[in-house]
């Protein structure tokens, strides 16, 4: 045995417990597990955060992103490899990086997900507020009130409800693909060369690729299977792409970017895609679907996000031997996004890019690039997989979302 197989068997025998064989997922249900992270309510803010750029522009940042981020999944594949036994984004980062990483995985994860929840919760009031009248905080208040108390009923109730809500979305985004495709204008696909502004949407792009978090577990769903694995980080980075390029394409073919209901007028106002499009077009069936459209995609995300938040909350306060109840992690969960929101009308899009800007570049982009590098290079440690190319993809890949986060934080 060489010396970096046995490094990897003293990481996993000293480490951690003896690896527990599962039965094998299916490779269609991880490829939606990874799809269906990325697929939500960023919709509703990526064509108008993109709006200033064109369609030319949003088209290629996102390729971009969708490159770098696929990669970045690959090499949280080759690293859990190393490991295995159910290991989890933040026990990746203490064994492989030490406990600073660690303690920074953990600050950027919630950092994340309650930027995230503050948004959908933003978003959601703001369409209650439309449909009835009433004032925007009490719109945040009912909103959480009907999708933070499911986290009370469970995770399997959840998984029912997100389904159902998840089908629903499918057919409110396909018939607005359809209605909207007979509204598309060339001159409103015009390129516009504004390379500037381009740099500071990558951030809102990155926020809708946004899948890492959930690598470790979908590696343990698959038994650790790396062909597998590979063919679901790909297809299910790949139908985001394509779902997200038809969306863009709509939206900015059949909204202008200037003039009332314009999608720049949508920017300063913080409105959703869906907006623009239900006050250009002036069709009651598309105003139908697109409000449809945009509840349901902010509701799926908020449901997803407010249990993965209920769950950390809970791991991380055992862990530290702290005990709440289940009323008190719950209000943990759910409370401090509330208020946040009420003071954040144009959250939808603000902690949107703030999310990708700052946590995607960090906890998607340079910890992964990170761990692998520690891996290969300083601990010698070899898997079944090994994400593709050498230092230089690694520090390039790295370089990138360094590039983003100093814009970011520029900005």
């Not at 997900?113 to 004032?135: D, E, H, K, P």
């Not at 891996?375 to 593709?388: E, F, I, M």
């Amino acid at each position: 045995m060489n010396s970096s197989l046995s490094q990897t068997a003293i990481v996993e025998e000293q480490l951690l417990p003896p690896e527990t064989k599962t039965a094998q997922g299916s490779l269609w249900a991880a490829t939606c597990l990874i799809s269906g992270t990325c697929i939500g309510g960023g919709m509703l803010a990526m064509p108008v955060q993109t709006a200033e750029i064109g369609f030319g522009l949003s088209l290629l940042g996102l390729a971009l992103c969708w490159a770098f981020m696929a990669f970045t999944g690959l090499c949280l594949v080759e690293a859990t490899l190393w490991i295995k036994n159910q290991t989890h984004f933040t026990s990746l980062s203490r064994l492989l990086a030490g406990h600073w990483v660690k303690m920074l995985a953990i600050v950027v994860y919630l950092f994340m997900n309650y930027a995230s929840l503050v948004a959908y919760t933003a978003g959601g009031a703001a369409l209650i507020q439309a449909w009835t009248g009433i004032s925007y905080e009490a719109g945040c208040a009912i909103f959480t009130l009907a999708f933070g108390s499911v986290v009370y009923f469970g995770a399997q109730f959840i998984g029912k409800a997100n389904s159902l809500f998840m089908c629903a979305l499918g057919l409110c985004y396909f018939g607005l693909i359809a209605l909207g495709l007979g509204h598309i204008k060339g001159e409103n696909l015009s390129w516009r060369s504004h390379w500037i502004e381009s740099i500071g949407s990558f951030s809102m792009i990155l926020a809708t690729f946004s899948y890492q978090m959930v690598v470790p577990s979908v590696c343990s769903f698959m038994n650790y299977n790396a062909a597998k694995l590979k063919k679901a980080i790909l297809l299910g980075t790949t139908i985001p792409f394509v779902i997200y390029s038809l969306w863009i394409f709509v939206i900015h073919g059949a909204v202008s970017l200037e003039g009332e209901n314009g999608l720049r007028e949508a920017v300063i106002h913080g409105h959703s895609a869906t907006t623009p499009l239900r006050n250009q077009l002036q069709s009651w069936l598309i105003t139908g679907i697109a409000d449809g459209f945009a509840f349901l995609a902010v509701a799926t995300s908020y449901l997803g996000l407010s249990m993965a938040l209920f769950h950390f909350l809970s791991d991380c306060f055992n862990d530290v031997k702290v005990y709440l109840s289940r009323n008190r992690t719950i209000f943990l969960t759910l409370v401090p996004a509330l208020v946040l929101a009420m003071f954040f009308p144009r959250a939808l899009l603000q902690f949107l890019d703030l999310s990708g800007g700052y946590g995607d570049t960090i906890l998607s982009g340079l910890i992964p690039v990170a761990l692998v590098w520690i891996g290969r290079y300083h601990k010698k440690l070899q898997s079944d997989y090994k994400a593709p190319g050498g230092k230089l993809t690694l520090a390039t890949v790295g370089c990138f979302f360094l590039w983003i986060l100093v814009t970011t934080v520029m900005n």
